[in-house]
């Protein structure tokens, strides 16, 4: 094709204007590919996170409980938790099952005082479900039937707590009297999830003791043999077998993961307009080197039209040349995103220092790593190359426009 050979050629003889127009190109690839693999690594982490250690991949709830879960009340509780747990554990693709008991509660140190969401958890099965045992970063996990408990490390921090100090978790029980347990702290708790670090655990038979609701739960955890992303008709099995058991409802970890989600989509939304500034940018470079390439080569295109060749094809010569702007750029913002992707993953960004003054909106912390997105790296690519080649029509038509008997006269 004879303006495919030409457009070759005359990249080729303008090698400084090529390069320096696919370099805007490729600064546009590559922030592309470096925001969209952090916003990928930082929605995936912040999922991973709300499951392992909040919400389970599926929970069991007594109905009318879900709609009211923020205000940690104790008036819809499911009575007989162990027993439902252990039916659901025997039921196909499950991995693990247990109870919690979610409740208001203060830790009182007799100097000062801090509300706090409570969790009464399960030390013999939580760890089938959750990773809190593999949070602890001092002392130790808790036993069952001791009053003591696990602090998060922020709590801990506020409260000046330690391994071996003693608390006052002041709490309202069922009946909305008020209640007064001393626990010991046998442990503190730090990981990615700001829940956890803000939260205080203690054994579920003390909690329930202590709220007046023996045996009950407010919530059963259940996790599945295939990840959170897998769950199948796991849900749809733990439908069926509750409906027999008592008013209850099932939820998925994506039914909790709803404000998670929403904060994601607004950074989506956010790099769009960051990326469309970006895109901007790029096309004015690609325009200008078009349109510089027209002017400077009047004459040529006067003798091309001299000797035949249309405005059609002229024009494709034009946008070939953008293109090949917009291949070459793209090709070397892939090379540059390789790089920075596989530095995202490997190494990440450390904003621990962050964390006590922004709210991400998100169950992350600490450290925010990137994730392969090949489909997204190299469709920036054929984005690039195929947007250069649009934005070039409107020079590269001015361009075959020109009258040859005035450009070869003058």
Known sequence: MLEF????RNLWRHKRRTILTGVVVAFGVLLFSAFDSLLLGFEEDSLRNLVQYESGEVSVHARGHWEKREELLLDRTIPGAQQLAGRLRRLEGVRGVTPQLVFNAAVNTGAEESPVKAIGTDPASDETVLNLRQAVKAGRYLRAGENEALLGREL????DLKVGDTFTLVLRTQRTTFEALDLEVVGLLGS?????NQGVYLPLDVAQE????????????????????RLGGLPARLREETQHIGDLEVKTWVDWSGDYLAHAQADRQNMKVILGIVGVIAALGVVNS??????????????????GMTERQITRLFMLEGMGIGLFGGLLGVILSLGAVAY????GIDYSQLTTEYDFGMAVEGLMRG?????????AWVFGAAFS?????????RSARLDPAVVLRG
């Open 156 to 159: 801990a921090k506020l409260m």
């Open 192 to 196: 990615s999830s700001p829940a956890v």
């Open 371 to 379: 994730v392969w997105n090949w489909p997204s790296i190299f469709g």
């Open 389 to 397: 080649f649009l934005v070039s029509y409107w020079p590269s038509r």
């Open 344 to 347: 995202l993953t490997l190494v």
């Open 290 to 307: 078009v349109l510089l390439a027209g002017m400077e080569r009047s004459r040529e295109i006067g003798t091309l039209k001299a000797l």
């Open 5 to 8: 050979r030409l457009a070759l």
């Open 210 to 229: 202590a709220t007046g609701l023996p045996g009950a739960a407010t919530q059963v955890l259940v996790r599945g043999e295939h990840g959170f992303h």
